[in-house]
């Protein structure tokens, strides 16, 4: 998050972070399964769908689409329909549903709907290329790693001391991605807009070199 985009530094921690959220998301899906969780396991898989194609967006060429992108859209829409459907069950009845409330499913489960609107928009215009590409990196990775912190500061507390989790600080570290993203994609759109008013061929150089 704080190398400059594109430097080989950034490149490198890049590829160590995706590495680290696959084996991550891949466990956290499978022991979703085995504990009969569905939340853990549905966002475990929408995570390393978030790292794969935000890591695919980056290394591609601009206006490129494949086969690929047509299975993945199966994910967030799979995704989008399980936690819906949680969310409507708990709203239903009283109480919560595996320690969550209906608002946290339905939540998600909107969000997930908006990667898959995504990924019909880029199938639709054959690919992106100069700010949108990299926008689509850049919040599909910070989003990723907000699933990973929140999963860890809120939902495994019980690691923290008990005066730390008093005080609620817990939240913050969660919600710290969803910041750096918000950062990003605002900087990501001004640095293209400036270079479409220089010149009509430079969006996609300075976006690459933010």
Avoid at 90 to 98: Q, W
Avoid at 136 to 160: N, P
Avoid at 174 to 183: C, E
Wanted: glycine share 8%; aromatic share 12%; with cysteine.
């Amino acid at each position: 998050m704080l190398f400059r985009k594109g430097s080989r530094r950034h490149i490198l921690a890049g590829d160590v972070f995706v590495l680290a959220m696959l084996a991550l998301s891949s466990t956290g899906t499978y022991l979703g399964l085995v504990k009969h969780h569905m939340l853990n396991t549905v966002m475990g898989a929408l995570a390393f769908y978030l790292v794969s194609t935000a890591w695919l967006a980056a290394r591609r060429k601009s206006e490129e689409t494949n086969i690929f992108d047509w299975g993945a859209l199966l994910v967030p829409i799979a995704v989008g329909a399980i936690l819906v459907v949680f969310g409507v069950a708990v709203a239903t009845r009283p109480g919560l549903r595996h320690g969550y409330p209906a608002p946290v499913y339905l939540t998600f489960g909107s969000v997930a709907f908006l990667f898959a609107a995504g990924d019909v928009h880029m199938l639709k215009r054959g690919g992106l290329k100069g700010a949108h590409r990299i926008a689509r990196h850049l919040w599909r990775m910070c989003y990723a790693l907000f699933i990973a912190a929140a999963s860890f500061f809120q939902g495994q507390q019980q690691v923290f001391p008990e005066a730390v989790r008093k005080t609620g600080l817990l939240f913050f570290p969660s919600i710290i991605p969803l910041i750096v993203m918000i950062f990003w994609l605002f900087r990501v759109r001004r640095t293209s807009a400036d270079a479409r008013t220089s010149t009509p061929h430079a969006a996609d150089v300075h976006s690459l070199r933010i």
